[in-house]
T-cell receptor
Framework: GIQVEQSPPDLILQEGANSTLRCNFS?????LQWFHQNPWGQLINLFY???GTKQNGRLSATTVATERYSLLYISSSQTTDSGVYFC??????????????FGKGTKLSVIP | DAEITQSPRHKITETGRQVTLACHQT?????MFWYRQDLGHGLRLIHY???????NKGEVSDGYSVSRSNTEDLPLTLESAASSQTSVYFC?????????????FGPGTRLTVL
């Protein structure tokens, strides 16, 4: 099956700093999502981004499908950005079905 | 507002017992999914359903079963709970079956098997 690798696994930032999280995937994908899992465990959709660039406030994401990677940018980080960021890719699994495969996540800690 | 809920939020059970985790969505989505989340593994797909009476096995389906009798609910049953099934379980739903589908997740159920 498709492999999804995220880096770095852990990241500690001072409040106000910028960061880039990376997601590499091993095969062609039909779409890609970024999620934020907050400290209470809730998974929140950040971006649906099969290709190109999207921005939402201080967060933006870029996917280069031909090179099999996606980047999530966090600018002017805040303590509320802490949590785990997951990349998930959708690929064809046969019989008309598509499945979502998750990376292991990047754990972000933003300190005041 | 439409939502997806899971119950219970926390459950402690003993090895060998049957356990059922509930998932209910009011999005009227056709597709529903169960994942488990473990340290070092991210989220892994257990079972999924594309509609009433449809169920399919995911990556880690052994020891689990699901049934879909209506659009809103997809209960997950652990036939005989094992300590290896201690995990956080997430239910998700989505509208379409195609490539451009986006999944929305419930709040999760933390299950401990002693």
């Amino acid at each position: 099956g498709i492999q999804v690798e995220q880096s770095p696994p852990d990241l500690i930032l001072q409040e106000g700093a910028n960061s880039t999280l990376r997601c590499n995937f091993s095969d062609s994908v039909n779409n890609l999502q970024w999620f934020h899992q907050n400290p209470w465990g809730q998974l929140i959709n950040l971006f649906y981004i099969p290709s190109g660039t999207k921005q939402n406030g201080r967060l933006s994401a870029t996917t280069v499908a031909t090179e099999r990677y996606s980047l999530l940018y966090i600018s002017s980080s805040q303590t509320t950005d802490s949590g785990v960021y997951f990349c998930a890719v959708r690929s064809y699994s046969g019989a008309g079905s598509y499945q979502l495969t998750f990376g292991k996540g990047t754990k972000l800690s933003v300190i005041p | 507002d439409a939502e997806i809920t899971q119950s219970p939020r926390h459950k402690i059970t003993e090895t060998g017992r049957q356990v059922t985790l509930a998932c209910h969505q009011t999005w009227n989505h056709n597709n529903m999914f169960w994942y488990r989340q473990d340290l070092g593994h991210g989220l892994r797909l257990i079972h999924y359903s594309y509609g009433v009476q449809d169920t399919n096995k995911g990556e880690v389906s052994d020891g689990y079963s699901v049934s879909r009798s209506n659009t809103e609910d997809l209960p997950l049953t652990l036939e005989s709970a094992a300590s290896s099934q201690t995990s956080v379980y997430f239910c998700a739903s989505s509208e379409s079956k195609g490539a451009a589908d986006t999944q929305y997740f419930g709040p999760g159920t933390r299950l401990t098997v002693l």
